[in-house]
């Protein structure tokens, strides 16, 4: 048996500048963290003994004789892009829901094909998981979205991200003294909106929306380059929360559903109380809301959204690994 744990991220600057209809043209950038939150993907070796020769254990269970069978997508095409041919149970566990803005596909995706070379004995670098990622996600599979998530869950921590076409990707791990680290969580609250559902629409929306959206994802790439500077050169951490608002204000003209009525008074409820800024995770449109409060409004905050649910994280330097192998 195998078991790789692959971090969640929470992306705070740079989203949609990842995508490369954008960034091939202008160039992007992201600023973002995984967190302490996990995907756990276990493969086991099927003995001869069973009808089936791949089972799939997930939000439900496929039981298939060839991989091409299986009906979910990512599952199906790891299989094929490594061409596995050996019976295998594939199990998925994680501790936050899937489609909620948290890069959890791409979580998935680093993580199985994380166990799936471990299998095969091969060894792989954070960049070959990264674009391996991309590949099955984007080409084989087929789903519109950016580039950003799958370097989060390959490489870990907290990182800025620049992409340019090719495609090329750097990535920078932001080094910050363990105080300044514990600070800036401090003032980070994360609350569950409870919405679970694809983004896929809304991403559709935006490439077509493309030439409306460039000078909007020009501001929100330069963001990443003011937060930044925020964060290493020691400067008023509210400053970061201010600039949250303002790419979160960017971020709603994109697309007309980036946001919903809901979301949108529990932000502003957030925003009366002391909360200086935040952001939807992700596409938009569900999961999880990012709020930057400072620490003496902290509980203001908290009790104004006792509606939503909080969720306790911490940033984490940890990439995706294999943490059991017999």
Known sequence: MIISRTPFRVSFFGGGTDYPYFYEQHGGAALLTTINQYCYISIHKLSP???????????????????????????????????????????????????????????FTVGLLHALHAFRGDRVTAEDLAREAIHV?????????GHQDQYAAAYGGFMRLDFAA??????????????????????????YTGVEQSSENILREQKQRAPQNAAHLMQMKSLVDEAELVLEDGRDLDRFG????????LKKGLSTG????????????????????????????RGFLLIYAPPDRREKVLEALKSCQPVTFLMADEASRIIFKS
């Open 137 to 145: 996600e984007r080409k084989r599979v087929g789903d519109d979205g």
């Open 166 to 191: 090719g495609p090329k990707v750097t990535v920078k791990k932001i080094s910050l003294p363990a105080d300044r680290l514990r600070a800036l969580e401090e003032r980070l609250l994360l609350f």
């Open 242 to 249: 201010a600039l949250l608002h303002h790419t979160w204000e």
């Open 49 to 107: 003994f069973f009808k089936h020769r791949f089972r799939a254990s997930y939000a439900k269970t496929e039981t298939v004789l060839k991989p091409q069978e299986f009906q979910h997508p990512l599952v199906r095409e790891c299989l094929l892009h490594l061409d596995i041919r050996d019976g295998l149970e594939i199990s998925h566990v994680a501790d936050l829901p899937g489609r909620t803005g948290m890069g959890s596909s791409s979580s």
């Open 258 to 285: 980036i946001s919903t009525p809901a979301i949108d008074q529990a932000y502003e409820v957030a925003r009366r109380v002391g909360a200086l800024g935040g952001k939807l995770l992700g596409a938009g449109g």
